[in-house]
């Protein structure tokens, strides 16, 4: 058990001070989520579709969905009823729903005439919104939004306590996509794994070139032992990985993470044990360096390309959601968007992960029969 | 077990069994192939506790071979290894605690430092020396805080070395241990190799060198294509073929070898890059019979010497060629 932690600690002491693997694993995908943001982050113009929904049809209302109008970056729809609003929400033809309760009108003439007196003040009424947390920034906007309406409303109303009030509600799994950070985010953590696995391949035959796997089989440590200290080295990174990425995303990017956290690491670990497994599959056929750097490469780059990472798989012609369809990080990528931002699924959560762990043991059992230490 | 040899000297010893009873490597008809090719054919030899014993033989004789076998890090095909009183092919675990191995030309992480690395190999072993200790003794103290990427070549083998030693082992194998040092860096390896030896270790050592294995051995085997040809200590191995010094000269054109072979004293003969050499028992006779006929062909021996048989007088005799770096 020393000798595993021991070698674990020279594993990562070797990694840290090689700034080159520093830098492929822990600053490209920094530099990727970055390039992202400024890409999808900033500066498009909102133009947000706001469902109206009003039940009250009082001219108190029309003055308020006037107010709506006038901040200029919502788009009123008008809608018939609050199930059709959220229907087209669900379809992706409207971003949020604000639903105008009926009696609305009523508080506000109750709170004009009762002004100044505070014995009598009037019951408040509450502004149902329905905004979908997997588009964080759109969500945030829009409630932003409407908040900023109702305050202003009552301070033209100087009520006290407050006549009008927003309840915000959220509406899972629309069909429309995630925003730009809400999907990339945990597409390139899912990049970063994959890479971070398959690249394990690169030193363990540089090792076996280098005879060192050979010189360390002389002494008596169990190879187990050597196995799981390159593991747990890789497992370390990934969970440091994990939190930079995450962490970027959600303080620089405002991506909401919506899911359980033990079940996000869990996949994150998963993933990372997959992908470390398929390394080992790679380095059990490459023979040189070389070889390695090319398979690696052969390996990476189109599940990089084809497994939804940098464009929606619903996005892609036939023949591509083909390919897609048996590439590992599909799933991992569906697996932390569909947790982390309540991505809409490509495959259900649990299939994802059988597939995933599928993958895990096909790759165990093929290094187990080919993986040669000299 | 004589094949390739030209020679018609005596036999060398069958079996290259030991005297005395301690024997700490024993190892018969061992085998290993690669394909059709054996790279050890049946192969049979015992050291000694406390010997420096060496395989000696070029490139691709089946040294390395044999020693990682003993090491217990490849697997034989055929044949019986006794490594330190146990069995090397079951007991391996075992005797990779009680043995010291320096492989070739090994660099282990770059990243790490001197004294990191000789602590983590500790960690491998159920007991192990003070890293300091080894440190100063492999003569290390300024390189300890350097990562060994930055180590020369001699550094790297000293480094190398400590590792081999970290378990405080009682047999010890150096796989080519002075191949790609310079001179000095290659006297400090053979003091060092005596030192050890001092303190009571076993040494097999792999080399193509002979000066090397003239020094620092106290027997050694010839080995080629998988066979060991003779087996000895160098006088042994010198002695039992060549009572005779060798008579050493540029090849004379029209000079035939039948007719050198006859010269006075002359008992064999052989061809080194366009040398001839002649072993002889009376060094005067020979040299007046090659100067006379050489003559008599209006030509004259460039480069003509005398000298007493060496390793490599009996490698060329076992095999018909020079073991050559």
Same mark, same amino acid.
């Given at each position: 058990m020393n000798a595993l932690l021991r070698l674990t600690e020279a594993n990562i002491k070797s990694f840290v001070r090689d700034r080159a693997a520093?830098?492929?694993?822990?600053?490209?995908?920094?530099?990727?989520?970055?390039?992202?943001?400024? %890409?999808?982050?900033?500066? /498009?113009?909102? =133009?947000?579709?706001?469902?109206?929904?009003? %039940?009250?049809?009082?001219?108190?209302?029309? $003055? %308020?969905?006037?107010?709506?109008?006038?901040?200029?970056?919502?788009? #009123?729809?008008?809608?018939?009823?609050?199930?059709?609003?959220?229907?087209?929400?669900?379809?992706?033809?409207? =971003?949020?729903?604000?639903?105008?309760?009926?009696?609305?009108?009523?508080?506000?003439?109750?709170?004009?005439?009762?002004?100044?007196? $505070?014995?009598?003040?009037?019951?408040s009424v509450a502004l149902v919104l329905y905004t979908d947390p997997s588009q964080s920034t759109t969500a945030g906007a829009v409630s932003q939004i409407v908040n900023g309406v109702a305050t202003g409303v009552n301070q033209a109303l100087a009520g006290r306590p407050p006549v009008l009030t927003v309840t915000g509600k959220a509406l899972q799994g629309s069909s429309g996509e995630l925003d730009g950070a809400s999907y990339f985010v945990p597409s390139i953590l899912a990049m970063a794994l994959m890479q971070l696995g398959?690249?394990?391949?690169?030193?363990?035959?540089?090792? +076996?070139?280098?005879?060192?796997?050979? +010189?360390?089989?002389?002494?008596? #440590?169990?190879?187990?032992?050597?196995?799981?200290? /390159?593991?747990?080295?890789?497992? %370390?990174?990934?969970?440091?990985?994990?939190?930079?990425?995450?962490?970027?995303?959600?303080?620089?990017?405002?991506?909401?993470?919506?899911?359980?956290?033990?079940?996000?690491?869990?996949?994150?670990?998963?993933?990372?044990?997959?992908?470390?497994?398929?390394?080992?599959?790679?380095?059990?056929?490459?023979?040189?360096?070389?070889?390695? /750097?090319?398979?690696?490469?052969?390996?990476?780059?189109?599940?990089?390309?084809?497994?939804?990472?940098?464009?929606p798989i619903a996005l892609m012609p036939s023949w591509m959601k083909g390919i897609a369809t048996i590439l590992p990080l599909t799933y991992l990528g569906d697996a932390l968007r569909q947790t982390m931002v309540g991505g809409s699924p490509f495959v259900p959560l649990a299939v994802g992960l059988a597939i995933l762990a599928g993958w895990l043991v096909v790759c165990l059992a093929i290094s187990a029969r080919f993986f040669r230490w000299q | 077990m004589l094949q390739g040899s030209t020679s018609a000297g005596p036999s060398p010893t069958a079996s290259g069994h030991l005297a005395t009873g301690d024997a700490v490597i024993r190892v018969q008809h061992l085998t290993k192939h690669y394909g059709p090719l054996a790279a050890v054919d049946g192969i049979s030899f015992e050291v000694g506790r406390g010997e420096v014993f060496g395989l000696l033989g070029p490139n691709g004789a089946g040294k390395t071979t044999t020693v990682e076998m003993l090491e217990g890090i490849r697997e034989a095909d055929g044949g019986e290894l006794t490594v330190l009183g146990l069995d090397a092919r079951r007991d391996r675990q075992r005797i990779k605690a009680r043995i010291g191995v320096q492989l070739q030309t090994v660099s282990l992480y770059p990243h790490l430092t001197v004294r990191e690395l000789i602590e983590l190999f500790g960690t491998f072993f159920p007991r192990h020396l003070?890293?300091?200790?080894?440190?100063?003794?492999?003569?290390?103290?300024?390189?300890?805080?350097?990562?060994?990427?930055?180590?020369?070549?001699?550094?790297?083998?000293?480094?190398?070395?400590?590792?081999?030693?970290?378990?405080?082992?009682?047999?010890?194998?150096?796989?080519?241990?002075?191949?790609?040092?310079?001179?000095?860096?290659?006297?400090?390896?053979?003091?060092?190799?005596?030192?050890?030896?001092?303190?009571?270790?076993?040494?097999?050592?792999?080399?193509?060198?002979?000066?090397?294995?003239?020094?620092?051995?106290?027997?050694?085997?010839?080995?080629?294509?998988?066979?060991?040809?003779?087996?000895?200590?160098?006088?042994?191995?010198?002695?039992?073929?060549?009572?005779?010094?060798a008579v050493r000269f540029d090849r004379v054109d029209g000079l035939d070898d039948a007719q050198m072979a006859a010269f006075p004293g002359v008992s064999h003969m052989a061809h080194e890059d366009g040398l001839v050499l002649l072993y002889t028992a009376d060094v005067p006779a020979t040299i007046g019979a090659v100067l006379a006929a050489s003559e008599a062909l209006g030509a004259q021996p460039n480069d003509l010497t005398v000298r007493r048989a060496t390793l490599e007088d009996v490698f060329l005799d076992l095999t018909g060629r020079a073991l050559r770096d």
């Open positions: 520093l830098f492929w694993t822990i600053a490209f995908p920094v530099m990727f989520v970055v390039l992202f943001g400024t %890409l999808f982050g900033g500066s /498009n113009t909102p =133009d947000y579709r706001l469902g109206w929904v009003d %039940l009250d049809g009082t001219p108190a209302a029309q $003055q %308020l969905h006037d107010a709506f109008a006038s901040t200029k970056v919502l788009s #009123l729809k008008p809608q018939t009823g609050e199930s059709a609003a959220l229907d087209s929400m669900h379809g992706g033809q409207l =971003d949020a729903v604000v639903v105008v309760p009926k009696g609305y009108g009523g508080a506000v003439a109750a709170a004009r005439s009762a002004t100044g007196d $505070q014995a009598a003040a009037p019951g398959v690249f394990a391949a690169i030193p363990l035959v540089q090792d +076996r070139e280098k005879l060192i796997l050979k +010189r360390l089989g002389a002494t008596p #440590l169990p190879r187990w032992t050597l196995v799981g200290s /390159n593991v747990l080295m890789r497992l %370390l990174i990934a969970l440091a990985q994990t939190a930079l990425i995450l962490g970027i995303g959600i303080v620089a990017l405002g991506v909401e993470v919506t899911g359980s956290w033990p079940l996000i690491i869990g996949i994150v670990l998963l993933g990372a044990v997959t992908f470390i497994a398929l390394g080992y599959v790679i380095a059990s056929f490459a023979r040189t360096e070389e070889a390695a /750097n090319g398979i690696t490469q052969v390996v990476q780059v189109p599940m990089m390309f084809l497994s939804g990472i940098f464009f | 003070p890293v300091g200790d080894l440190i100063k003794a492999l003569d290390l103290e300024e390189k300890r805080e350097a990562q060994t990427r930055t180590l020369s070549g001699g550094q790297r083998q000293r480094l190398s070395v400590a590792l081999a030693l970290v378990n405080d082992p009682e047999l010890v194998f150096l796989d080519e241990p002075t191949t790609g040092l310079d001179p000095a860096a290659r006297r400090s390896l053979w003091d060092l190799v005596k030192g050890l030896q001092g303190e009571g270790k076993s040494i097999l050592l792999t080399t193509h060198y002979m000066d090397e294995a003239e020094i620092l051995c106290d027997r050694l085997a010839i080995m080629d294509h998988g066979h060991i040809l003779d087996l000895g200590t160098v006088d042994e191995l010198v002695g039992r073929r060549f009572h005779e010094r």
